[in-house]
């Protein structure tokens, strides 16, 4: 099945930083989706970007899409050592259908 | 604040125990998922559901199965729990149309001994 891949695995940057990953995908998709998940706990969803969009952006955070490249890009903007945590992209391929995600980037902010 | 709850945070079971984990959420979703996360694997989802007592196999269904005789409620049976089913359970809710996210629930950490 089609699957989201991240990179890099694992970031580490200083606070104030700006952080990137990346993610590509397989196949044709209705949106993209990038989730955060804390050691241990759930995922939240941090913004979704339609197949027809280019860029989007919430608070300090910018996604990018390129579907004739099939991949995506987070940028998280004056890094703080709360954004420590794992990131995900996931990949929905119809409407309302089932995300596939991607194996995550860890991102480290260090103080 | 909509919520999705799953019974427990953390589960210790017998290998061939039969093990029920439940979600429940609030929002009135019509969509339901159960995910598995394992280390270098990933989040794979096991089963999923768009209504009451509709229920769709995922990408890795052996030796589960679901449940879902009210819309709030999602549960994820292990027919004859096994050690290679130790993993973190993650339920999710979502709207039915697209471009929606999904909403998880704070995962159950269930071993397997």
């Known amino acids: 099945s089609q699957q989201g891949e991240e990179d890099p695995q694992a970031l580490s940057i200083q606070e104030g930083e700006n952080a990137t990953m990346n993610c590509s995908y397989k196949?044709?998709?209705?949106?993209l989706q990038w989730y955060r998940q804390n050691s241990g706990r759930g995922l939240v969803h941090l913004i979704l970007?339609?197949?027809?969009?280019r860029e989007k952006h919430s608070g300090r955070l910018r996604v990018t899409l390129d579907t004739s490249k099939k991949s995506s890009s987070l940028l998280i903007t004056a890094s703080r050592a709360a954004d420590t945590a794992s990131y995900f992209c996931?990949?929905?391929?119809?409407?309302?259908?089932?995300?596939?995600f991607g194996q995550g980037t860890e991102l480290s902010v260090k103080p | 604040d909509v919520k999705v709850t799953q019974s427990s945070r953390y589960l210790v079971k017998r290998t061939g125990e039969k093990v029920f984990l439940e979600c429940v959420q609030d929002?009135?979703?019509?969509?339901m998922f159960w995910y598995r996360q394992d280390p270098g694997l990933g989040l794979r989802l096991i089963y999923f559901?768009?209504?009451?007592?509709?229920?769709e196999k995922g990408d890795i269904p052996e030796g589960y199965s679901v449940s879902r005789e009210k819309k709030e409620r999602f549960s994820l049976i292990l027919e004859s729990a096994s050690t290679n089913q130790t993993s973190m359970y993650l339920c999710?809710?979502?709207?039915?149309?697209?471009?929606?996210?999904?909403?998880f629930g704070s995962g159950t950490r269930l071993t397997v001994v």
């Open positions: 999710a809710s979502s709207r039915p149309t697209g471009n929606y996210g999904y909403t």
């Open positions: 929002m009135d979703h019509e969509n």
């Open positions: 196949t044709s998709i209705n949106n």
């Open positions: 996931a990949t929905d391929a119809r409407m309302g259908g089932k995300l596939i």
């Open positions: 970007i339609r197949s027809n969009e």
């Open positions: 559901s768009y209504d009451v007592k509709m229920k």
